[in-house]
Structures are given as C-alpha cells and as structure tokens.
C-alpha cells in the first residue's frame, strides 16, 4: 500500500471512528473552512459514517462562495468592456445582480477563457497584443503567490495588456470574525491544508489563545479528517484547546516563506467583502502601488458598489454555521444547483451544494 | 496546402470531384455508389434508428478522430437497443479552409471505422460555409439497425435485484480530448476508448437476451447515465466505488484537475444490467472481448430511493452521485 493509499485505509478509518465513538462526551461541533475538505468529507462518505453526537459545519472557505456581489458585479461590467477576460472555470456560473453570470455574458459575446494557470493569461495577453486581457484573481492564500508571480511577470516583461482583478481573500482575519461571534455555534476548527502549507501554523494560534478553540491543521484523505477529529476529542477529555499540525506531510509549520514573500511583495492586505457576511478588515489582498498598471481596479476605473442583498438567502448563517444548509427556507426548492440563489449553492465546493448533491 | 473551399459545397463539378475522389475511395459500396438521391435499403423486422452530431476539440485525438468517432458514437447507440447496425448516413458541415489533407484523414477513418463495426454509409450530404462559421467540421450520423432480441433493452427496465456491468476503464475518452485541448501532459499518456462496441454486444446479448438495459455513458459520463437510468425504471442504483473501473492514470490527471471521472464522457463503454443470474456469464463474455477486459460488476439494483443513484464509498460511508448541472468546471483549489 502506497503511503497515500493509506490515509484512505477503510480499517485504519473505522479503528479511529470507533475511539472517537467511545472517547466523545456529547456534542463536537466542528467546522472547516475549505471547499476541499466540504467536498472530501461528503464524497469519501466520511460524513454519513461520523457518529451522532459529531455535527460537521462547512464554513466560509469555498473560494467562489465568499466572493461578494458587488465583485461579480464589476467581473460582468468588465466582460462587457471589449477585454479578454481569463478565469479559473469555477467562477463561470457564479451569478451576479440579475442573475447574470459569466457563461450568459460569454453566450452574450463576452470574450471569457477558462485558464487552469494564471500564467496562460500572461500567454493570452502576448498573443492578443491589441486587446487587453484580465485575469480575475480569486482564490484564498493558496492561489495568491502564483498570481503575485504572474504580475511580476508581467511586470518585468513588459506585458502592459495584462492585468489581475484581486479580489483574493485571506483565511485568518475570516477566521477572527467568526471566533469573535458570539452567536458562533462551533467548537473547533478543523484547518485548511493548501492554504496552511503557505502561510504556516502561526496565524492561527489566536484561536486557542484568545478564544479557546481548538483548531487541526488536516489533509483531505479519509484518515486525515478522522484522525483531526480524534485530536479533537483528546483536546477536549484533557481540558486543553491547541492549535495542532497534523498534516506535516504537506505542512511546514513556518509555512512557505518564499511563497509569502512572493506574496507580500506583490500584494499589501486591505478590507474585503465576504459575500454572506459582509466587510472584514483586513482580509482581503490588493496589488501594491508599484504594479498600479497591471491592477485591473485602476486600468478600468473600476469601483465597487452596493448591489441589493438577496431576498431569503441565509448563506451568511450557514457560512457562520448557524444553520444547517436544509434549515434555509430556500433550499432545495427555489435554491438548487440549477438555479441557485447564494453562493453556497453555486460552487461545487459550497455547503449547500455539497448537502444537496451528496446527501442521501 | 490544398484546402476545402466553398465550391465544394456548391453541388458543381467540384461537389461531385469531392464526392468521387474523397467519399466514394473511402466510404464506397453497392448502395452509395449509385448516387441516387436516396438510397434503397432492405431491412427485416423492428428496427432502431439514432442519430447524433459530432463536434469535438481537437478533432484529432489521441486514440481516434471525429471521424470514428461519428462511427462509433451512432453504430453503439443503434446497437444498444439490441440490434445488429447496418447502415448510416452521413452528413459534413465543413469550415471553409479546412486542409483537405485532414477531411481526408478523417473520411478514412470512418471508413476504416464502418469497415470494422460492419456498417455501410449508404447516403451522405456536404456542406461548406464560411470561415468562421462552423469550429473546422461538425458530423451527423444516422444509424439504422435490425433490432434481434425479441425484447429489446432499455432505461426503463431495470429492475430491483440486478447487477450493474460495465465493460472497463472509464472516464478515458473525457480526460484525453481535454488534456489534448489543454495542452496538458501526463508521464502515461491517455487514450480515447472510441470503438465500435456492437459485435460484443451481439455476442453478449445472442447468449442472453434476458440483458435488461444497455446504455453507452457517453456525455456526462457513467454518473449520468446510471441517474438517467435510475430515473427511468424509479429503482435506486447502488454503485460500489471501489469496483469502478479507473485507470490510475485517469484518476491522477482528474484530481489535479479537479474533475471527477465518473462524469467524464466515454466513447467505448456500455453499462448492462441484468438478472444477478447472469452476471458472471456476461462478465466472462465481456473478458472474453479485447473491448472488455476489464469488465467489473459495480452496483445492484435497488429500490430503497427510487430514482436516485446512491454510491457506497470504500470507507463504507454512502452519498448520493448526482447528475451534473452543466459542464464540468475545473476549480480553482
């Protein structure tokens, strides 16, 4: 059995479910911040073999979900400003005022490319020298030094038709936020891994230390979770609240400083909307003054603007983990992943989606 | 470089050049040679009829082209009703400008394709429009089979107790078509499946009729099909996803991509499900064909959510596999 193999191990699995059955005295609310982990936990099966007592809350970490209104707003007035517009794919369906989206401005005429890499926008950009093309960044810590290396790139090349919209968002002020609710029903934190490997264990030593919750960094196998939760478990029958590295194999606990320094280089932190829960100071990244020209915000004369909440939508309570995704009036009735209504429903990686495509 | 120009779509002297010199050479026999605006064709019995339009970046692919696979699409969908496919037309929507060098290659290899699954192109149409106007060559195909079962198979007739078959690896076909688009390299190369799957299924189906439903998991992929199928005969389909069948290769290139395989399309698959009875004849049948080596049972039939497919995970957890929304998306982590 290869190493990977057994973080999937089917007896290695049910032998850590069993010590979280007999070790757990009532209720572990727990709750990730990461779409990869939503997704691993229900597609594994993971979460229909958890024990009662276990309640599993997906929190604001898918990063199509938390991108605001207001963003998609001026991703749709971008598309309709005659630039090529390059984005990772998942941000196609996600629906805007109106509820348009990217894939009706491209039925529309729109010029939108799926781009797996940043650096294929750069590729775009030098071979459309008489257009300008945009990348829309969007993505958590994870994705951010790759997009900071494109602009420099671009940057030190010379590609004046290239430009990013960031609207990157960045985990711990999210997780500030939440930890300082104090309608905020979860008990621990069950960390993201990507986001983790760059930006190391530190930022989240306030949540045992100034709130006492436990938090586990975690890959996104099967045994990985399972053994997150054991700790846990532990953590709680010791009276103790950590913040602990469990996915060393991937995880340095210093994080990856070239990639941070990539990062900060490029990028400074500003306030951001979080779609569902509104302003966080501080918890966005904007390109720094040096790389104005590559910055799609001042290239287009861009400005972000209010656009009416949507009616019903209780995304901002099941991201809070207030309720579950079936408790929304909405759910699974005028909020499907045909026609979705929040965020939530629209990413493969949302909660709501998760619940209403793998839920038996 | 010659090229296709819109003369040749112009029903003139160079229409009929193309017709001879390109459609005759390669797709030629007793019923498209005589160029009648019709032909006449002698059919026993029930038939099936299916028609489909091929489209597909790149149009060359590692495995196949849209050629065979304009073949091999129609010749499996007609056979999946349990008959013997005889005869397709053809119809060509060509970009002007296309080299002509690749409509040749690509007429061959339908030739090649029908000369393999045993059919004749007996009728055919060409158009040429504007640059611009059609992504290269679009291809429809018409298929026209003798149903032989006295009660064909269909979506509508699985029934609780069944087994669930499919023929070997999938999510092949998807992967290759989008990591040639792409541009994406893996250390093992991946191949499209494209075949012709009809003379395993005579083989399978004249030594048990008793076969309930047969569908090829093209679009969409297997997670499609089983709902489909599911939501057809109201039974649950109850998937083991350890005995899916995924080459290691595929699996590895989809979770970089962040695609699942199951709704990754295939083009040489079919699912078959049957009695439980018949199982293990129809596994050794299907191992027994060079299109079936790697055959697996991977579900039963049940009826516990009718009209939902419940797939069981290697932990022995269980979750619905849906159908998709749309087109799968690649994410961004």
């Known amino acids: ?360 | 470089m010659e090229r296709v120009l819109l003369d040749y779509g112009s029903g003139g002297k160079a229409s009929h050049r193309l017709i001879g010199e390109l459609f005759l050479k390669y797709l030629g026999n007793a019923y498209l040679n005589r160029l009648d605006d019709a032909a006449l064709l002698d059919i026993h019995g029930p038939i099936s009829v299916s028609t489909d339009t091929f489209t597909v970046d790149p149009i060359f692919f590692p495995g196949g082209d849209i050629g065979a696979l304009a073949v091999h699409g129609t010749v499996n969908d007609v056979a999946m009703l349990g008959a013997r496919p005889r005869f397709l037309t053809c119809g060509f929507i060509i970009e002007e400008g296309l080299p002509m060098a690749d409509l040749e290659r690509i007429v061959a290899s339908m030739g090649q394709a029908a000369r393999d699954a045993g059919v004749m192109v007996v009728t055919g149409d060409t158009k040429v429009v504007p640059k611009g106007m059609v992504d290269k060559i679009f291809i429809n195909t018409t298929g026209i089979g003798e149903v032989f079962v006295p009660k064909p198979p269909s979506g509508h007739r699985a029934a609780p107790g069944d087994a669930i078959l499919v023929n070997g690896f999938i999510g092949d076909h998807g992967l290759a078509i989008l990591a040639q688009r792409e541009g994406l390299t893996f250390d093992a190369p991946v191949c499209s499946d494209c075949a012709s799957l009809n003379h395993l299924i005579a083989r399978l189906l004249e030594a048990i009729p008793e076969v309930h439903v047969l569908r090829d998991p093209t679009r969409g992929g297997l997670a499609t099909t089983l709902n489909e199928i599911a939501g057809q005969s109201q039974v649950e389909c109850r998937i083991f996803e350890d005995r899916i069948p995924v080459r290691p290769e595929v699996s590895g290139g989809c979770s970089f991509l962040g695609l699942d395989p199951l709704y990754l399309a295939n083009e040489g698959k079919f699912l078959c499900i049957l009695p439980e009875q018949y199982a293990q004849q129809a596994l050794e049948i299907m191992r027994s064909d060079p299109l079936g080596h790697h055959a697996a049972c991977i579900g039963i039939v049940g009826q516990d959510h009718p009209g939902k497919v419940v797939l069981q995970t290697p932990l022995g957890g269980t979750r619905l596999m849906d159908m998709l929304e749309g087109e799968q998306l690649p994410r961004i982590c």
């Open chain 1, 1 to 360: 059995m290869s190493l990977l193999d057994s973080f999937k191990d089917p007896h290695l699995c049910q032998a850590v479910l069993e010590r979280i059955h007999a070790e757990l005295h009532g209720e572990l609310r727990f709750m990730e911040v990461c779409g990869t982990h939503t997704v691993s936990i229900f597609r594994s099966g993971v979460r229909s073999l958890l024990p009662e007592n276990v309640v599993h809350l997906s929190g604001p970490g898918c990063p199509v979900c938390v991108t605001h209104d207001s963003e998609v707003a001026l991703f749709l007035e971008l598309a309709g400003k005659n630039a090529i517009i390059a984005t990772f794919g998942d941000l196609m369906r996600v629906p805007g005022p109106e509820k348009r989206t990217l894939k009706t401005a491209q039925a529309e005429g729109a010029r939108v490319r799926i781009v797996y890499s940043p650096f294929e926008a750069i590729k775009l950009a030098q071979d459309n020298p008489n257009d300008k093309v945009v990348f829309l960044g969007v993505g958590f810590e994870t994705t951010a030094p790759a997009i900071a290396a494109t602009l420099k790139t671009a940057r030190e090349e010379g590609v004046h038709n290239f430009s990013v919209l960031s609207f990157h968002k960045l985990v711990p002020p999210a997780l500030h936020a939440l930890a300082a609710d104090p309608e905020l029903q979860v008990q621990a934190f069950l960390l993201p891994g990507h986001v983790s490997a760059i930006i190391g264990v530190e930022p989240y030593r306030f949540l045992a230390q100034q709130h006492g919750i436990p938090a586990v960094v975690a890959g996104f196998e099967p045994l990985d979770i399972l053994q997150a939760l054991h700790l846990f478990v532990t953590m709680r029958n010791k009276g103790q609240a950590e913040v602990i590295n469990a996915y060393t194999r991937v995880v340095a606990d210093a994080g990856n400083t070239k990639a941070m320094a990539m990062l900060n280089e490029v990028f400074m932190p500003a306030d951001a909307l979080w779609r569902g829960i509104g302003l966080i100071p501080g918890s966005g990244l904007v390109l720094r003054p040096e790389y104005a020209a590559h910055d799609a915000m001042q290239v287009f004369d861009l400005t972000l603007r209010d656009v009416p909440q949507i009616k019903g939508c209780q995304c901002g309570d099941v991201l809070k983990g207030k309720i579950s995704p079936d408790q929304c009036v909405l759910f699974g009735k005028a909020c499907t992943p045909a026609a979705p209504v929040g965020p939530c429903m629209v990413s493969t990686e949302g909660s709501c989606a998760a619940y209403f495509k793998y839920r038996v």
